[in-house]
């Protein structure tokens, strides 16, 4: 390998990175006290900041950084739920919550919006919502489960869930495929 690593972190626990838009800096989760909490990482010096408060029990994952803020996925207890964290003050609004678990939450590429996976229906598939009327549409509608949604142009891939295990998809023209979700 050509490229060199440099460790950024020492002693955080970090997992989960996400880069901010302009690359400056990147959103981690970090784990401590019993708890995960958010922070960003200056992206040069490796120097970082706590966003969201120590609370027992709870803990994030599938952080994805956009325009809007950082999502992440949030687990109190029960089930999953996708939040927004505002970079700058920490303030997280919950987005898609409720008693479905909720997972996996990934900006648009145009960040007018962002899918997640749910199993709202008994079965993971991947949904979008879009941030100016929070409409949900139901993307995938699979036997065993679709998770972990990345768009690409009008492609969607994700990782789906059947009889042989855990495979990569790619759905073409993704917007085509959508249907409100009940």
């Known amino acids: 390998a050509k490229g060199k690593e440099r460790r950024l972190t020492r002693g955080l626990r970090a997992a989960h990175p996400a880069w901010s838009p302009d690359g400056s800096r990147i959103a981690c989760v970090v784990t401590e006290t019993g708890s995960h909490r958010i922070a960003v990482l200056d992206a040069s010096s490796g120097a970082h900041e706590i966003l969201t408060p120590p609370i027992r029990g709870r803990e994030y994952s599938s952080l994805s950084w956009g325009e809007r803020g950082i999502l992440a996925a949030r687990f109190e207890g029960s089930s999953r739920d996708v939040v927004l964290i505002d970079p700058g003050t920490g303030v997280e609004t919950p987005l898609v919550a409720g008693d479905a678990d909720e997972r996996d939450p990934r900006w648009s590429a145009g960040g007018e919006g962002f899918f997640y996976a749910s199993d709202r229906t008994g079965i993971f598939n991947v949904y979008f919502r879009g941030v100016a009327d929070s409409t949900d549409l139901m993307v995938t509608n699979v036997i065993g ?38």
């Not at 891939?157 to 042989?164: H, T, V």
Request: hydrophobic letters at 45%.
């Open 145 to 182: 489960g679709a998770f972990a949604p990345v768009e690409r142009g009008s492609d969607l891939l994700y990782s789906g869930y059947g009889a042989a295990g855990f495979e990569i998809y790619r759905m073409a023209d993704w917007r085509a495929a959508a249907a409100p979700a009940s």
